[in-house]
Each structure stands twice: as structure tokens, then as C-alpha cells.
């Protein structure tokens, strides 16, 4: 919700004219801000938004569209938990300009049961206890969607090497590497085209 | 259960919330938005210390979509976690006692309004001299750090010895001593710290926090923001990752809070991944020195300790830190004689405070390492040195705390096992070698924080004619499964499925009183608490039952969705049906139930409260390892973890945290340190810098679960949260000695000790071999 004010104290809408292209650069002149068109599809919606240049893709995903099941944990493509797949390859979308995005496919965590039924990856991270405390999970299992897409039955050390950006600090990456494996084998389904 | 075999605890599950966690629905703090809400940002001093001389916000507060700025005077009333020593503003009122110490927050339309203004705000600092390291700190005339402090900048000294400490060293046959050191390191959760104040017009302040104590951030927040307890209410969803990293209150929502109540507005504040690094509180940097003595045939005698904390710039939990660094080393052996003395140091760093296996992991590693450079020294294997030197169940530690069941004994066998141990350990090639350490944890602190006689956790259940039980508890969820081990209790006692309850926890509004998250105490007294409560329904369900079916009410199952006769099986309903028997029969069905800790546990001596648990738990590891005495690098190749969690209640999740833990540690051994410049300065405030490990970097980690039931805790269980971190570094140190030969007693073992320590030893085998 950053941008929206409080429409009962006059300063609703997205404050144009008062943030520059810097970022965060402090009492710089600050210019109109330009808003760019961005066009993509999100979980197999067509979606049309105006965003200032600076907005991530994860500011995008969380703040414009709701979709609050992608995290932020570093804001700065160290940790992972931001991952999303763009055209179907796993992307840190904190260090994604969203204008970057525009023609893109971009899934979600949020798109990855097929309606209610939930993915191979989804049923087995709950039944090897993989999600601990849950917040580096969506970007994990976005990382594991795009290595069983990719066809193949993993090896243990290629879902290492697959996971090996998304930081866990709960589970020792055990279970995760045990879930994963496990989708795996069970052959991961035809994939749910949005 | 009571008599009957176990259906529901025991059983491999996914957690309650499961479902949830995978689709990303669960909300955690920052994924709350409220119509027409603020953001803030803090203003943090650039100076290691410095006193305040003036804060002016105008230049901010012209800046259009600003909408407040605090700063220290706002809240001038001084909070800490611990009564004792309450020595911290929300924001620095005179003095700024850290680079990084927060002296004013401004709440604007949006995040980057805020940061904008956040550097508009003109605050004049009269540059102190700092002291970063504790010996320089301790120094007569060193600056002083925290005017709190009643000596220099002593935040706690303590000095306990139990038994003939001197007597024990004269009459042993070897005695051993070493200085080690145990670095600072970051709970780095990966979930950075997130709260939102919302101020309602009727005068009730509501704050959403990812906090892992809502009961004690409720009552600081009354009392520092000045309104009565009963108009605050505190919401803590899910937590994302916490390690002792969120369990007091902070700078943010004292700041959210207090915003709020001035705009009117929602307010949220998230950290940065660099705040959360000085926001800190992690592991206490210590140096040690451990001495231990024992007889020729491996019978400890004595230990003796000393040791020196870093505790940052304020108390936080340091005072029993202190107590800890002293107080869990004993257990889980027997030791005739004890002695530790313990100084916490005020620094101008951020504040060290409890990191999973408080104040304990430190102790544990000097005292494992010293433990194996005796059994060297002695001639007895590592493992066979500690089976001689047991405490048995019933026993009291030399300090006085009673331990009422070990599983430590099966914890070496079933490593010892696993792990080849007896074909390895001083046997494998140069290069490669294994490291076995133990340790013993408390299942919760048996005292609050602040002296009360009140249930130290309490439960409320709802059963109604849909079948439905909904568990009110004031547990923290931060990932450890405490829903999911209530849900259990549940479904135990009154015979549900877990798709059928419903567990509303971590909101003061809407459950009882329990104190959070910490001491790994969730399942020893929140269980406990449940359990009573459930028990208590279930009996009445069952009295109702056996009317109907003219037996005893103790032959009556509630078991997996249905209620039978335990003899006549053909007659069974579903459990909403004797539900809603007992419901005609009774009326609305509720229950509480309470836990308080007994209190014939501690020593009786001053300081004999803390360490007391109303259980402990035990784990043996054994670490195997490979340097590389080119480069020094050490690969953790595999750790087999035993755990005794007494009673099991869900092994996925009792295995995922001994997974978990084992890991924290190897990462604590290894990769991560917390270093600052002289400035003051932390030297990489980030994931990056500051490394945490990958999938890549991981052992192999092999789970070991041991079972030894204790008394007082629900069904038998204890804790399994915290201790399994502990042997994991002293086991890793002792497998690189048994791989190579040297001791690197300084953590973390990086590439350049271990090198520096391989050359020292050629060097001195050169120097006596030039002798000879």
C-alpha cells in the first residue's frame, strides 16, 4: 500500500511530483516523478499498471497487486524468499525493476496449486515438514518449480545446486531437499498453463 | 490418553498451518495494510558515542507527505526486557550508545517519503569516546557505556562455586585449561522485524508485531506509552524466523505505537536488513577460560570458569546471560565441584542478547573442547570419558537443579553408532576425523521475568455440536509448531482430527496469558496447559457418553473423529456426536487450564532460580569432518544429532528442529561472525557479508531422536528446540583436532586460524624435534 494515502486528510494517490528517480537520495531536487506502463501477465491475469520507474517487481507483486505470498527479506537479492519465475526461470524480484518485467509471464507462489488441488511440491513440503517458519518457503518452492519443470529427475546435489539462493534458517535444508526429492519421483505434473 | 496407548502424539504430520504456509497465505507482519497508513523510518546515529545535544525535525516535517516525527522525549520513560535492569529508551534520550542506535522515527505517505525525511532530521552529536572491547570497557577510567551500570560498566558480576573447587584440582591425577573464544554472531532470521500501531478513537492502541513475546511487549508498551494495559492489545501473526532474535520489545514499536496515537493513522515500520543487524541481541561474545580436572580413571573432580562477556551497549537479558554462561554448563554429567565467575561488559556495540541455547552455547563449547583435551590427556576415549561421568535421573546437578531424566547415555550410544565411530575416531587418514560433544538444555525457564505467582501459560477450549474445538492460547507461532502441538494435545484427548480444530494464538485481546516464545518452554507449559484443559472437557464429554451407552466413563474412547465404547466398537459415533450429547446434557462446553512450574527444582542459594527448568533436555553429537591443510578449510561433512526430547509428540517436527539447530551451529563453527570496525561501525550489515550457509554449504544431517519421558512434562515430552545447537560447534572443534592434530579454540574456525594453527604446530615440532 506505499504511495496510497489517506483520502480523508487530502493526500490520497500515489505522491507525484516528490520523489525522484534516486530513490532514497535525500532533499535532492526532486523533479515530477515519471510513471512508466508496465504490461504483464501474473498468475495468467493480463495486468496494466502505471509505476514510477523505480518500482521493483516485488513492489509490484506485494504493494500494487496484493499478492503478499512473495517476501522480502533483504531487499537486496541476497536471501531469495523474493523469488518469482519470469517466463518460467526464477528471478529475485526485489532487484527486478517492474518496468523490466513488462511482456513477461510472471508466476507466483500464489499460482502454484491448480485452484484448490495443491502442487506435488506443496504436498510434500507439508508432509516432510519442510516449511519451518514458512518465510523463505514461497521463494523455495518457486525455485523448485522451475527445476522440475525443467523435466528431469534431480539429483540430491542438482536441488542442491537449484536451491543453493534461497537462504533457510529454520530447517537445515534437510527436509527441503527431502521434499523436493520426493515431488520429484512422484513426477511433477503437466504443468498448469495460465 | 491417560493409561491408553498414544493415536494421535507420535505421529508422523505435517503441521496444522501447513497448507497455508505453502500457497503463501499465511500473513506475517509486513503483509498487513491498512487503508490510508504511514510508513516510518528511523533516524540512527552515525557515532559509536555521542551525546544528543539537539534534534531538530523542521526541515523534515516541511517536507510534504510527512506527518510526524518522535524522538526520545516523546517517550522519556526507560523499558528493558528485565525489571532489573531497565536501561533503554525507545529512542536514545542524551546519549546515542552505538553506531546504529536510534534516536528519532518520522511516519510518512509512504516508505520512501520516510526515508527521505528520516535524513532531513538535523540532530547535533557531541562525539564520546567509545569502547568497543569488554577487557577496555572493564578498565579503570574507560568511558562509560550505560549510566545504569552500578560499577563502570559491570551490567552483571556473577560468582557462584559449589563444592571444594581447589580441593577437587589438588587431588586430581590430570587437569586440563585453556582460554577459548565464542564469537558474536546474528539471529538473521530471514523475516526482518515488522510492526504496524493502530489507534483506535474509543482509546485502545492495537500493535501487530513480529515479536516472539506479546505478553511482555504488551505490558512495556502500557507502561513506556502511558496507557492502561487494558486499552493496549498486541497481535503477533506468524513469525518468520526468530532465534531469541525478537523476544523483547524494540525501538519499532514502541515508535509505531506512539505515531500512531499522535496521527491517528495506521503506522508500519520494517526494518531494513541492515537495522536488523543493529537492532542485534544475538549471541554474547565470550572469552573463556575452562579448567577441569578428573582421576585416572576419567572421574571428574572439579571445573573451574571464567568468564568475560560482551554485552553491547544495553542489558537486554544480559543479567541472566551472566547467570547462564555459569548455571547450564554442569548438566549432563556429574561434577563434584563447581565454580564460575562471570562479568558482563557494557560496549558501544549493538545489544547482545539470547540467541537459541541462551547464553549456554559459548560455555558449552569451551567446556566440550576441554572435556576432549582430557580424555586425550587421560588416555579414555571422548565418549567413554562422559558415559563415567553421568548424572542419573533424580539427581541434582552440583549446582543444585534437579534433573528428573536423561536420555544423555542412549544420546553417545546411538551416535557412537551411527556415526562408525568406533572405526573412525582416531583412525581415519590425515586430513579427515571425527568430534563428538554433548550438551543439556532447559524445557523453560522456571521463573518470569518479572516475579509474579500467575499461570505461566493458559489455555482456553471451545467444543461445540459442529464438532469443532478452537484452542485460544497465547503461544508464540514463530515457526516451531506451536500450533501444531496444541492442535495434537487436542486430538489426543478429546479424539478430534486436526482438521478440526482451530488454533487462535499470539493475541492478548483473544487468548490467555502465556509468556512467549523462549527458554524452549512452548511445549512444556503451554502443553501442559492444553492438556489440562482438554483432559478436564474430555471427561465431561465422556460422563455424558456413558449414560448413554450405560458403561464406565473411563471405557469410553474418544479417539481419530469418533466416540465408542471401548468394548463394542459397532457402536461407535462420530465425536461431534457426543459432543453434542454433552452439550444438551451440560450446556455450552468450555474449559481453562493453567501451568505453573513446580518450585522444589531450583538451588537454594541467590542466582539458584535461574537455570532451574522444570525438565531438561539432552543431545549428543558427532561431527565429521575434512580440512584441508593446504588451505585450512574445514567441510563439515556430516553431523549425527541425538536428541532426548523425552516424549515425542510429532517427529517431523522434533526431527526438523534438531535439523535445525545442527545446522545453526555448524554455521555459528564456521561461516558467521559479527565484526566491526574501531569506528564502531559493523564491517557488513547484510546476507551477504554476514554469511549464512546454503543448500551448498549444509552437512549432511542425521536425525537421532531418544526418548526419555520425563514427569512433569505433557505425555513425557521436553524441549527439542534450542539444545540441539549446542554440541554441534565443540563436536566440529574436536573433529578437526582429530583430523589434523592442532586446536583452534577461537571461533569461527576460518581458513586462517586453522593454517596458522597447522604451522605452529610444525613449528614446534621442528623446534623439539631440533631439540632431541
Request: with cysteine; proline share 6%.
Amino acid at each position: 500500500m506505499a504511495g496510497s494515502g489517506d483520502p480523508a486528510r487530502g493526500t490520497g494517490g500515489p505522491p507525484r511530483g516528490k520523489a525522484s528517480g534516486n530513490g532514497h537520495r535525500a532533499g535532492s531536487d526532486e523533479g515530477p516523478r515519471e510513471l512508466a506502463t508496465v504490461s504483464l501477465t501474473v498468475n495468467g491475469d493480463r495486468v496494466r499498471l502505471a509505476v514510477p520507474g523505480e518500482r521493483t517487481l516485488l513492489e509490484l507483486l506485494r504493494y500494487e497487486l496484493g499478492l503478499t505470498g512473495t517476501k522480502q527479506g533483504c531487499d537486496k537479492g541476497d536471501c531469495g524468499a523474493c523469488t518469482v519465475l519470469v517466463d518460467g526461470t526464477p528471478v529475485l524480484s526485489c532487484i527486478t525493476l517492474a518496468a523490466d518485467a513488462e511482456g513477461t509471464r510472471v508466476e507466483t507462489v500464489e499460482s502454484l496449486a491448480a485452484g484448490t488441488e495443491l502442487h506435488p511440491l506443496q504436498r510434500a513440503f507439508i508432509d516432510h515438514g519442510a516449511a519451518q517458519c514458512g518465510f523463505c518457503t514461497p521463494g523455495m518452492l518457486m525455485s523448485a518449480k522451475a527445476l522440475l519443470d525443467s523435466g528431469e529427475v534431480p539429483s540430491r546435489d542438482e536441488v542442491k545446486a537449484a536451491l543453493s539462493g534461497n537462504l533457510c534458517r529454520c530447517t537445515g535444508y534437510t527436509k527441503i531437499l527431502d521434499a523436493v526429492e520426493d515431488a520429484a519421483r512422484k513426477g511433477a505434473p503437466a504443468e498448469r498453463e495460465s | 490418553m491417560s493409561g491408553r496407548e498414544p493415536r494421535t502424539i507420535g505421529r508422523r504430520r505435517g503441521k496444522v498451518n501447513g497448507a497455508d504456509q505453502v500457497t503463501g497465505r499465511t500473513r506475517y507482519a509486513d503483509d498487513f495494510t491498512f487503508p490510508g497508513m504511514l510508513h516510518a523510518k528511523l533516524v540512527r546515529s552515525p557515532h559509536a558515542h555521542a551525546r544528543i545535544l539537539k534534534i531538530d525535525p523542521s526541515r523534515a516535517l516541511r517536507l510534504e507527505g510527512v506527518h510526524a516525527v518522535v524522538t526520545g522525549r516523546d517517550m522519556p520513560v526507560a523499558y528493558g526486557i528485565l525489571p532489573w535492569t531497565q536501561d533503554e529508551y525507545p529512542l536514545a534520550l542524551d546519549k546515542a550508545r552505538f553506531t546504529g542506535d536510534a534516536v528519532a522515527c518520522v511516519a510518512a505517505v509512504d516508505e520512501a517519503t520516510a526515508a527521505r525525511a528520516a535524513a532531513l532530521i538535523d540532530v547535533t552529536y557531541q562525539v564520546l569516546p567509545h569502547v568497543l572491547e569488554p577487557e577496555e570497557a572493564l578498565a579503570p577510567g574507560a568511558p562509560v557505556v550505560n549510566e545504569a551500570a552500578r560499577h563502570g560498566n559491570v551490567t552483571k558480576h556473577v560468582h557462584l562455586e559449589f563444592g571444594d573447587v581447589d580441593g577437587g584440582m589438588e587431588r586430581a591425577d590430570a587437569t586440563v585449561e585453556g582460554d577459548y573464544y565464542f564469537h558474536g554472531t546474528n539471529h538473521a532470521a530471514i523475516e526482518p522485524h515488522c510492526a504496524i500501531g493502530l489507534w483506535e478513537p474509543s482509546g485502545v492502541l492495537t500493535v501487530i508485531s513480529s515479536t516472539q513475546v506479546p505478553h511482555y511487549l504488551h505490558r512495556e508498551l502500557a507502561r513506556v506509552l502511558q496507557v492502561p494495559m487494558d486499552r493496549v492489545r498486541v497481535i503477533q501473526p506468524p513469525v518468520g524466523g526468530a532465534f531469541g532474535g525478537k523476544s523483547e520489545p524494540f525501538d519499532l514499536e514502541f515508535c509505531v505505537g506512539k505515531l500512531a496515537m499522535m496521527t491517528g493513522r495506521p503506522v508500519k515500520l520494517l526494518y531494513t536488513r541492515e537495522e536488523v543487524f543493529y537492532s542485534h541481541r544475538g549471541r554474547h561474545p565470550m572469552a573463556m577460560h575452562y579448567r577441569l580436572g578428573a582421576l585416572k580413571n576419567g572421574t571428574l573432580t572439579a571445573c573451574d570458569a571464567k568468564t568475560v562477556l560482551d554485552g553491547g551497549a544495553y542489558a537486554s537479558f544480559g543479567l541472566v546471560t551472566a547467570y547462564y554462561s555459569g548455571q547450564l554448563v554442569p548438566a549432563p554429567l556429574a561434577i563434584p565441584a563447581y565454580r564460575f565467575d562471570s562479568v558482563r561488559a557494557y560496549t558501544n556495540k549493538p545489544a547482545c542478547g539470547p540467541k537459541r541455547g541462551h547464553g549456554s552455547v559459548q560455555p558449552r563449547f569451551a567446556f566440550e573442547v576441554t572435556l576432549d583435551k582430557l580424555a586425550a590427556k587421560l588416555g579414555i576415549d571422548p565418549i567413554e570419558l562422559r558415559r563415567r561421568n553421568l548424572i542419573r535421573p533424580g539427581e541434582r546437578t552440583v549446582n543444585e537443579l534437579l534433573v528428573q531424566s536423561t536420555g544423555f547415555a542412549e544420546c553417545l550410544d546411538r551416535v557412537e553408532a551411527a556415526s562408525g565411530w568406533r572405526v573412525k575416531h582416531g583412525k581415519l587418514p590425515y586430513g579427515r576425523g571425527v568430534g563428538v560433544a554433548g550438551s543439556s538444555y532447559i524445557s523453560g525457564t522456571n521463573y518470569p521475568i518479572y516475579p509474579n505467582e500467575m499461570p505461566q501459560s493458559a489455555v482456553q477450549l471451545k467444543v461445540d455440536r459442529s464438532g469443532r474445538v478452537t484452542v485460544f492460547s497465547g503461544v508464540s507461532e514463530i515457526g516451531q509448531g506451536a500450533e501444531s502441538m496444541l492442535a495434537t494435545v487436542v486430538c489426543e484427548e478429546l479424539g478430534t482430527v486436526p482438521e478440526a480444530v482451530r488454533v487462535v494464538s499470539g493475541d492478548t485481546d483473544l487468548t490467555p496469558v502465556d509468556l512467549g516464545a523462549y527458554s524452549s518452554r512452548v511445549t512444556m507449559m503451554a502443553g501442559n496447559a492444553c492438556l489440562r484443559a482438554a483432559r478436564e472437557l474430555a471427561n465431561r464429554v465422556r460422563a455424558v457418553a456413558a449414560e448413554n451407552w450405560s458403561c464406565e466413563p473411563d471405557r469410553v474412547v474418544l479417539a481419530e473423529g469418533f466416540a465408542w465404547p471401548e468394548d463394542r466398537p459397532d457402536e461407535r459415533v462420530p465425536v461431534a456426536e457426543a459432543f453434542r450429547w454433552a452439550e444438551a446434557a451440560q450446556g455450552t462446553l468450555g474449559s481453562v487450564g493453567h501451568y505453573n512450574t513446580p518450585k522444589n527444582v531450583h538451588g537454594d542459594y541467590r542466582g539458584g532460580t535461574i537455570g532451574a527448568s522444570p525438565a531438561y533436555s539432552f543431545t549428543a553429537h558427532v561431527a565429521e569432518v575434512s580440512v584441508d591443510p593446504e588451505t585450512g578449510i574445514v567441510t563439515v561433512e556430516r553431523i549425527w544429532v541425538a536428541h532426548d526430547a523425552g516424549r515425542v509428540l510429532n517427529p517431523v517436527i522434533v526431527e526438523g528442529q534438531m535439523e535445525g539447530s545442527a545446522y545453526m551451529g555448524f554455521a555459528e563453527a564456521i561461516f558467521e561472525e559479527h565484526v566491526f570496525y574501531e569506528s564502531g561501525l559493523h564491517t557488513g550489515p547484510s546476507l551477504l557479508d554476514y554469511r549464512i550457509p546454503t543448500t551448498l554449504d549444509t552437512p549432511e544431517l542425521h536425525s537421532l531422536i531418544v526418548e526419555a519421558l520425563d514427569p512433569e512434562g505433557p505425555y513425557g515430552a521436553k524441549e527439542a528446540g534450542e539444545g540441539p545447537l549446542h554440541p554441534s560447534i565443540p563436536a566440529i572443534a574436536n573433529a578437526i583436532h582429530d583430523a589434523v592434530g592442532v586446536r583452534v579454540d577461537t571461533l569461527p574456525f576460518t581458513p586462517g586460524k586453522v593454517l596458522r594453527a597447522l604451522r605452529e604446530a610444525s613449528a614446534a615440532v621442528a623446534v623439539s624435534g631440533g631439540d632431541g
